[in-house]
């Protein structure tokens, strides 16, 4: 069995963090275990999510939109994104998870609110499902710790809004 080399970090608690979570439906069966793994960690966490906090948009490719979307709905500690995307025959895969990978760092930055990349890139299903719960663990379980422990950070720094040469048109 391979490993990542990421090793799993005691929890924070989530417990008065507002958290998001955006997850796409493609590849739904990969998916719904990645936001069940999310999901069980943050409550394990003693953190809470509540019906607004949860969307599901049609695809990889739509989760910063989507991030974007949860944003606007009030103030966030951090965004959890869940995705699965699984190479075929062309490299439409790659141009999605670099679309998204840039997309979610870009709105990281633009609103100071930690947007996580919890995206399976798998050659095939088997080795989405090893990620997904299986032999390799639960990335979803795994993005929302790392969000717990982001959220924790941005809010132990001091609350002077970051200036790297633009403003946000979507507030922070």
């Known amino acids: 069995m391979a490993s990542s080399g990421y090793q799993t970090p005691e929890p924070n608690s989530a417990t008065g963090l507002r958290l998001?979570?955006?997850?796409?439906?493609?590849?739904?069966?990969?998916?719904?275990?990645?936001?069940?793994?999310?999901?069980?960690?943050?409550?394990?966490?003693g953190g809470s999510l509540a019906e607004d906090q949860i969307i599901q948009v049609p695809g990889s490719f739509e989760?910063?939109?989507?991030?974007?979307?949860?944003?606007?709905?009030?103030?966030f500690d951090a965004?959890?994104?869940?995705?699965?995307l699984i190479k075929g025959e062309t490299e439409h895969d790659t141009y999605i998870?670099?679309?998204?990978?840039?997309?979610?760092?870009?709105?990281s930055l633009q609103?100071?609110?930690p947007c996580l990349?919890?995206?399976?890139?798998?050659?095939?299903?088997?080795?989405?499902?090893a990620r997904a719960g299986g032999e390799h663990g639960n990335k979803g379980s795994e993005t929302a710790l790392a969000a717990i422990q982001?959220?924790?950070?941005?809010?132990?720094?001091p609350s002077t809004k970051p200036s790297i040469g633009f403003k946000s048109p979507i507030g922070g």
């Open 20 to 45: 998001g979570i955006v997850h796409a439906h493609w590849n739904e069966p990969i998916t719904s275990k990645l936001l069940e793994g999310a999901k069980k960690v943050i409550d394990e966490a």
């Open 63 to 75: 989760l910063p939109m989507g991030a974007r979307i949860l944003l606007g709905r009030g103030k």
């Open 79 to 84: 965004i959890i994104c869940l995705g699965c």
């Open 97 to 107: 998870a670099q679309a998204v990978a840039e997309g979610l760092t870009i709105l």
């Open 111 to 113: 609103t100071n609110t």
């Open 117 to 129: 990349f919890g995206v399976i890139t798998a050659l095939n299903a088997d080795q989405a499902n």
């Open 150 to 157: 982001m959220a924790h950070l941005k809010n132990s720094q």
